[in-house]
């Protein structure tokens, strides 16, 4: 894999749930208390820096036929349930991740909630609300980041896409003040689903003693090859009919473009 | 206890996700992958040949369950 694929695999996974959890922190800011919601940021960023620390080298001590075997299986069964949800949204069997809808229950939610202060934080609902965003979006984030970065040997461009996808993705959301609807999420998705089950597939398999006919350029043909493959199947989903209350994503046209 | 069940749901619903028997075929995919590749016989093709069969049997299940 060169340098380019590693990044935008990284860039787009990590950008997708930087997505989800500015839509939570902006829920609490905005209707809660900014400061309480920024603080909570801030511990979940310090509990993901821990996470990291202590995996990072972690990884970087385990032999690479295991690392790839563990990694590229965890990969692959992350990949899957990206790449289903992904085509069950896409074909209509499943609702659209929509953020803005996300962001008027997350408001409500917080709007009902009783307010209560616990140390230096005014605000305990905004606080956690935020924590809890940033840290099970972030998990996820890591976990790519890490685990590609050390099975390419180049933690710090994974890290660097990670950071440059946060970074969008906030500037985003601070310049609009609203939750980023109009991101591609579901598309964005798709392609992450395809990225991961391609790169389980050819890890995992390399790990467990296969060897790829062409090494590494097997990837040139494994990416397209699931591509059509989650194509395929979004448009026989789609032909068996789909419950009428849910529109299909034009997943196909986004992807080509 | 329920502090440790909801630690335990939280790990199990971040790897395993929405279908557990997508884990488990890539398990079985991968072990059977690591017994072909000790004979002489290729073994790069197993792994994908899983994919097709774990995310086609998945989705089926997923669309059949949501028209009962």
Known sequence: MNAGALFVAVFLACAVEAVEATTIVLAAGTTRHWRSALLGVGAGLVVLAVVIAALGPALSAVPLRGLRLVVGGLLLVFGLQWLRKAILRASGHKALHDEAQIYLDEVAAARAAATERRGVVQDWYAFTLSFKGVVLEGLEVAFIALTFGSNQHDIPLAALAAVAAVVAVVAAGVAVRAPLARVPENTMKFVVGIMLTAFGTFWGAEGAGARWPGNDAALLVLVPAIAVLGLALTAGLRRQGTPAARRPAPVASEVQA | ?68
Not at chain 2, 9 to 30: C, E, M, P, Q, S
Not at chain 2, 41 to 65: E, F, M, Q
């Open chain 2, 1 to 68: 206890m329920r502090r440790l069940r909801a630690f335990g749901a939280f790990w199990y619903d971040f790897v395993v996700g929405d279908d557990w028997r997508v884990a488990i075929g890539v398990v079985i995919a991968l072990a059977a992958t690591y017994g072909l590749s000790r004979t002489s016989v290729p073994a790069w093709w197993l792994v994908p040949c899983a994919v097709v069969v774990l995310l086609s049997a998945s989705l089926w299940r997923a669309v059949a369950a949501s028209r009962r």
